[in-house]
């Protein structure tokens, strides 16, 4: 809900070229309890200042001396991205209302001014405006929550599918390579089972802080759920990189952690999948980073595999 001090404290600009409307519109604004009133008298400044300032309304004048309304409503579009333009038109022309709202105003008011309606529809004005900002935010907050896990912040499958086919483009593109890596915890059941699911929620949390300052900022960590975890690698040289970094990871993973005032102890397995020997698609790179996860774990865990060869793997089929 917006409530009467949202909309007193929105950001408000004033574009008159005249001195005295420009005055009389802000001592009608303070009097009515507005706190945030800009204005200017040059029709110029105002796409500028609004991308500085995003303001939440725009009382525009139609007719001023070398820029009118209309133009500087063409340039207020191309900053609002979404096309809404947070302009109240202010003319003492009968014909520029129907003119203004077609170029994408939102009301009008008329000159001379009536304070009291006036005051009616920048009211009015404001709370719609508010409103759907506060649907805009409440929509992205969705979309994220959508693409991202809800423990740990980190990607989910569906942002991190995105996210690899990405990388698998830009590697087929630029003829070079990338990887996929499949990890979990080993011994984590048991650490949730004695400590509890608090102990054992705060121990992804710190997995997946450990994970993220492990790599570069271009690759991608996501959590599948569990005590699993997918590491994308945007970008790798060769075989020698991608083992050196799994080494770290592992080596990373399995030092102490501080939960509840316990020393607690974890390590990880990993299996490796590389673009383009070892798949040339997202679902076959999982595929096959989750089999060599699963060779790591019965090589005795706290350990890595790097996949087969496809190639490899066929002539044996």
């Given amino acids: 809900m917006i409530s009467r001090d949202d909309i007193l404290n929105a950001s408000i600009l004033v574009v008159d070229d005249l001195e005295t409307n420009v005055f009389l519109l802000e001592q009608m604004l303070r009097e009515s309890g507005y706190r945030c009133v800009t204005s200017t008298r040059d029709p110029h400044a105002v796409c500028a200042l609004h991308r500085d300032n995003q303001y939440d309304l725009i009382l525009l004048d139609l007719q001023m001396p070398g820029m009118d309304g209309f133009q500087v409503m063409e340039g207020l579009k191309e900053i609002e991205v979404d096309s809404y333009l947070p302009v109240l038109a202010i003319t003492a022309q009968p014909g520029h209302k129907l003119r203004a709202l077609a170029a994408g105003a939102k009301d009008f008011i008329a000159k001379p001014f009536d304070f009291m309606e006036a005051r009616t529809r920048i009211h009015n004005m404001l709370e719609v405006r508010l409103l759907y900002k506060q649907l805009e935010q409440y929509s992205r907050a969705l979309e994220s929550m959508a693409m991202h896990d809800a423990l740990t912040g980190l990607p989910n499958r569906r942002l991190l ?155 044996e089929g």
Avoid at 191 to 217: E, P, T, Y
């Fill in 161 to 315: 599918t995105d996210r690899l086919s990405l990388a698998i483009a830009h590697a087929h593109r630029n003829k070079s390579a990338m990887a996929v890596m499949y990890l979990d915890l080993d011994g984590f059941k048991l650490i949730n089972d004695s400590l509890g699911h608090d102990a054992g929620d705060m121990l992804l949390k710190m997995v997946a802080d450990r994970l993220v300052a492990a790599v570069r900022q271009e690759d991608t960590v996501a959590r599948m759920g569990g005590d699993e975890f997918v590491i994308g690698l945007w970008e790798i040289n060769d075989v020698d990189g991608v083992a050196g970094l799994v080494s770290k990871l592992i080596l990373a993973l399995s030092q102490p952690y501080l939960i509840q005032g316990r020393g607690v102890s974890v390590t990880a397995s990993i299996g490796v999948g590389m673009y383009p020997m070892h798949g040339e698609d997202v679902e076959a790179l999982m595929k096959s980073a989750d089999l060599a996860l699963y060779e790591a774990k019965h090589a005795g865990k706290n350990n890595y595999r790097i996949a087969a060869r496809t190639d490899l793997l066929a002539m």
